[in-house]
């Protein structure tokens, strides 16, 4: 049960266990990351990055949270129907009453949930990614792509829940879109540090770096 952001913050920290473990990691490489970023270029010294960097990891450890409850092997409690009340089959088979267009439903039904253990692991792997990429400032405008997609399929698929209110996932989805369009790394992130280094090389590789950072 939530009690109040502090409180619930401070249980997540000192929880325990493994996943625990790579959060307090992941923390540490962020701030180490923009620490050196902060360093090496004049650039990334102006105040207001801080506060970009602060929210960004926010959002970053907000996609890390909704992953832990969506853990391999299993991803769920109950991953046949009846779908139980929680984990990621639930909230599929939520997805197959409640979305905005029926062929979304029916595609969620048909081809997503009829080969669970086969779309689970991806969807599983997309949200740590988009986590890490916003915690990291690494790759953080393919994490935003990849984020704005995740996003807008929640949205759409949960728009008529009578539960949810349509709106929260419609601003995650500009929150996403936001971070497509400015790369949130460029600031105290590992893409700062890398596009700093860039030499405007025309390889194939360096340009795709350059792309999704």
């Known amino acids: ?32 990351i923009a620490a050196a970023a902060w360093l090496r270029s004049d650039a990334n010294r102006a105040p207001v990055l801080l506060g970009d960097y602060a929210v960004r990891f926010v959002a970053g450890s907000m996609w890390w949270q909704q992953s832990l409850w969506k853990l391999p092997p299993y991803y769920t409690d109950q991953p046949k129907e009846p779908f139980g009340t929680t984990g990621l089959a639930y909230w599929m088979g939520e997805m197959t009453k409640w979305s905005a267009f029926p ?19 991806f969807v599983y792997a997309a949200e740590v990614f988009i986590g890490v990429s916003l915690m990291l400032g690494v790759f953080s405008r393919l994490g935003a792509f990849i984020g704005a997609a995740m996003a807008i399929n929640l949205w759409l698929g949960l728009y008529r829940a009578p539960s949810e209110w349509p709106w929260t ?17 460029r600031s105290l992130g590992l893409d700062a540090l890398w596009r700093a280094r860039d030499r405007g090389d025309a390889s194939l590789w360096s340009r795709l770096i350059r792309i999704a950072t």
Do not use: C
């Open 103 to 121: 062929i979304q439903g029916r595609l969620v039904k048909d081809v997503v949930l009829a080969n669970f253990y086969l779309f689970a692991p």
């Open 1 to 32: 049960m939530r009690v109040n952001p502090l409180a619930d913050v401070g249980e997540f920290l000192t929880q325990g266990g493994f996943m625990t473990v790579v959060f307090w990691l992941l923390i540490a490489a962020s701030i180490a």
């Open 169 to 185: 996932y419609g601003f995650l989805v500009i929150i996403q879109l936001i971070y497509l369009l400015h790369p949130p790394g």
